[in-house]
């Protein structure tokens, strides 16, 4: 028998749901969300990668294209938007070590005819340093068929609501998908907040 009493005492002061996820709506105006497609439409976009120790395209897991905004004092407001949801959500629910962006905010699109990303996590060996992952809906749901963002919790599937404008914020190890877009194109802003090692 493993002796576990304090550490288990310590535990249940402490217990946090952990696969679970913050749902914000009408954060970002219709103008604003017009806007950052805008700016995204001017960047460089390219076939998004699956990570891992050589990241590498790989069509059959992931089909998209993304583009890559970094900080710069024009886009303050975008930026500031999603950290104060962010900081607000993480004091809320899972109150982890949190330091900033890690990475660009990437700006993602799903063809239709098969545009999606399979199950998959955030966080692991080329990114150590992500804990929290953004997705902000840009496309209004009538635009495109398909392209349901789902989580994988205990074997559930649950689907995130699609309107335009929804913000949802989970832990970069939930495990999720975006399943095939049949037609139109569905355009999101994705960015991930780092910080410390968990411990």
């Known amino acids: ?7 288990l005492d310590v535990y249940v002061q402490r217990q946090t749901e952990y696969l679970s996820w913050y749902v914000y709506q009408d954060v970002f105006t219709d103008e604003e969300l017009d806007e950052i497609i805008s700016i995204g439409e001017e960047l460089f976009l390219f076939e998004g990668a699956v990570g891992g120790t ?9 089909d998209s294209t993304v583009g890559f905004l970094e900080y710069e004092e ?31 905010v990437q700006y993602t699109k799903y063809y239709g005819g098969g545009g999606h990303y399979d199950w998959h996590t955030d966080v692991g ?11 902000l809906q840009l496309s209004d749901e009538l635009e495109y068929e398909g ?24 832990p970069t190890f939930l495990l999720h ?18 910080g410390p090692n968990f411990r």
Request: proline share 3%; aromatic share 12%; charged share 25%.
């Open 1 to 7: 028998m493993t002796y576990s009493d304090p550490f």
């Open 54 to 62: 050589d990241r590498v395209q790989r069509k059959l897991v992931r």
């Open 74 to 104: 024009q886009y303050k407001w975008l930026f500031d938007k999603i950290a104060n949801c962010v900081l607000e959500s993480n004091e809320n629910v899972w109150n982890f070590d949190l330091i900033g962006f890690g990475d660009g």
């Open 125 to 135: 060996m080329t990114v150590p340093h992500r804990k929290l992952s953004v997705v």
């Open 147 to 170: 392209g349901e963002l789902q989580f994988n919790v205990g074997h559930e599937i649950v689907e995130v609501d699609k309107k335009r404008g929804t913000l949802v914020i989970f």
């Open 177 to 194: 998908r975006v399943v095939p877009v049949t037609s139109g194109v569905r355009k999101s802003l994705v960015s991930w907040i780092s």
